[in-house]
């Protein structure tokens, strides 16, 4: 395969890129299916907790086993989010994919991925905290106000992980490197995350309601529709997983291209 997927070799304009999103999801996903499909499992360790003490899955701050859980199975998903990510950029690149290498890469950078997605997350919480904290009937306004920043100062930071293990920014460079790649860009990027979110929800919704019609055809029992269904939503989500971690290196490759066209040496 010609060494064009990651990283391009120029701008790319918008079919150009999705087609590139495609190309690479369809190259990688059986070789990164398990990687997603664990990350899919690790974020679901409190659901997992909650449900076996016959309680709602919902996050107890009062409860630190649910708390611990919920805080490890996050961490857990984003280092496999992140060996996807690199095994991807490999396979876009046309470079040999050999054993763990790339989780091994990803285990080595825990420490710096955790304080990553905690600087992130901080950054994301500080707009949306305030109104939170507002009286009832005046929380839904101030939710509504503070969602914009919020949601522009997220896609803003999205491409810091790949900052982080592509581009081998220190911590606090990455969230920079990633809020100055998007500057310029960020409508485009916000369009081109909102078709990749339609396209994964389309997905699951088409295989939701296949996995229901064959199942209701079969007449199979409650029981085992159940686990039937819980394993496919399950792969479905692995898939639009590994669609995600594709939009994104796709994304950050064609920014950094831009950003060094801008900017000729």
Partial sequence: MPNTLYPPLKPRSLGELLDAVL????????????????????????????????????????????????????LIAFILWTAMLLRQSSIAAGRPVTGSADLLDALKRAPAIAALVLLAGAAVAVFMLPALALAPPYRNAGIAVMLAPAIYVGIALSFSLPALVLARKGVLASLAYSFKLVRGNWWRVALIYV????AIWTLCLLVGEMAAMALSDNGTDDAIARAMTAAAVLAVAAIGLTLSSALTLTLFGDLEVRRMASRPE
């Fill in 195 to 198: 078709i990749g979110i339609a």
């Fill in 23 to 74: 190309q690479i999801f369809r190259l990688s996903l059986l070789k990164c299916l398990p990687y997603a499909t664990l990350a899919i499992i690790a974020g679901q360790l409190s659901t997992f907790y909650y449900l076996s003490q016959g309680r709602t899955p919902v996050l107890d701050s009062n409860d630190p086993v649910g708390v611990a859980l919920y805080g490890a199975g996050t």
